[in-house]
Structure formats: C-alpha cells, structure tokens
C-alpha cells in the first residue's frame, strides 16, 4: 500500500507498508562442497535454505524546488524473518577437520533507519557550467538480530551503519558525465568458529569507493561511452572481533570499459 497527501505546493508526504518474500540465490542453495587442503578450509552452499520474509514501513517526505532540484527525509522499519549469513564452523571431512562457510537463516531482526538525499542541476550558472550538478544521499542504518553463536545481539550482515555518496553529474547537449565516489563503514561479514579459541565475529573495515563515466551522444542513434570502476584501487580489510586480528586483506583492480550503443 502507497499512499502521497500533498502537504504544500511541491511538498509531499508519502507513505508504504509492504511485505516482501525474496528467494536465495541458487548458488547459495547448492549442496556442493569445496575444500582447501593445504590450509584446511571450506565453503559450502545449504539446500536448507529458507526464504527471506519482511514486513516493511517506509515514511518520507519531499520537496522538489523546481524541475531539477529536490531534496528527501526517509524514515523506514523492517521486520526480516530468515535474512542469510555466514557462519564459519568446524567441519570433519576424509578424517581431516576443515573450517567451512556455509550460509544460515539467521534469527528474526529488526532493521531501522533514515536517508537524508539531495539533487540539483546548477542550470542558472553561465555557459558550459550550467550543465553541473550534483547527487547526494546519507543513510543511517541500525539493525539488530540475536546470534546463538557469539551468545549476544548483533547487526545483519553486510549492514553499515553509517553510508554516504557523493555524485557529480554533467549534462549538456550531447555530453553526459558522471563520478561517484561511495563510502560505508564497517560492517559484520560473518561469525567464524575456531577451535580452541570459539566463535569471533569477522568484520570488514569501512573503505571508499570510486567510479566515473563519460558519454558522448554521436547523435539520436549512437553513443560513445567509456566506464572506470574502482578507479582508486580501493583495499578491503576484514578482521575478527578488532582490527588487531586482521583476517583478510583483498583489492579489485581498476576496471576501465569502452562501449557503443546503437539504436535501431
């Protein structure tokens, strides 16, 4: 259900309450097992896998100054029953024990939180500066979700509390660009049981995140594009329980993809 009371002229108040079902992924689903030898780990999938159920609450409200400006406040609710994580545990296998991740539901959750968002096209400015403009949104997320593991209340998965991005954009005639720069802090990636030490929370450190295009319209039919991803070479960190305890240390290169596009 979705429902808008117009406050003022170009004020809105909107409002939803949903419920969602969302099935895992297949590859999460697969009863097929992999094993290192050589440092005695695993993963795994879990044909057990139940789906993800949430009942939802959403309340904004929005202004829109004129045609390319506006600006939001988002406060929502969400009640996640079955959310996935990973869970890292000891596993015996040919007379070998293994450490192996395998996905669970996990226990019910509560998830809240707001956005605040922005956009503007600086279209009064003179010449080729009124094709500037910007985007940008802060989300502020607190969830919560028991864990018989770790005997204590903890986040969801792959949740940040704090997020922020930030992005410039170009318009003009038949240029088009855009630079995006992301940013999350840390989060939980999973609770890894080791033995003789017990189960630690694994986290993953708050890192930033570059990406930019650019576009070229030829004209109505073909377009010139160019794309770089990560383009700061951005390192990801995981560690368990404190940054003291490093587990992983990963980094997707640079990425940089050419495109035309042809309409017919």
Do not use: C
Request: a neutral charge.
């Amino acid at each position: 259900m979705n429902l808008r009371y117009e406050l003022a002229k170009a004020l809105y108040l909107r409002a939803a309450a949903s419920r969602t079902l969302t099935r895992v992924d297949f590859s999460q689903l697969s009863p097929s097992l992999t094993l290192n030898t050589v440092q005695h780990t695993g993963s795994a999938g879990n044909p057990e896998l139940k789906p993800i159920r949430s009942d939802n609450l959403d309340l904004a409200v929005e202004r829109y100054f004129d045609r390319t400006t506006s600006a939001h406040l988002t406060a929502f609710l969400k009640k996640v029953d079955g959310f996935v994580t990973t869970v890292s545990s000891p596993e015996v296998h040919d007379g070998e024990t293994y450490q192996v991740s395998r996905p669970h539901n996990a226990n019910p959750a509560t998830v809240k939180g707001i956005e605040l968002g922005y956009q503007q096209f600086y279209d009064f400015l003179p010449g080729w500066l009124g094709g500037l403009g910007l985007q940008a949104n802060y989300t502020y997320v607190d969830s919560e979700t028991p864990n018989s593991s770790l005997g204590a209340n903890v986040p969801l998965q792959n949740l940040s509390r704090n997020s922020v991005n930030l992005i410039g954009m170009y318009e003009k005639e038949r240029l088009s660009a855009r630079i995006a720069n992301n940013w999350r802090d840390r989060f939980l990636t999973g609770v890894s049981n080791i033995a003789g030490v017990g189960a630690l929370p694994v986290y993953t450190a708050g890192y930033g995140w570059l990406d930019a295009s650019l576009a070229y319209r030829l004209d109505d039919q073909v377009s010139l594009s160019v794309d770089g991803l990560n383009l700061l070479r951005t390192v990801r960190r995981s560690y368990y329980g404190a940054g003291t305890h490093p587990q992983t240390t990963w980094t997707n290169d640079r990425q940089i993809g050419i495109a035309v596009t042809m309409k017919l």
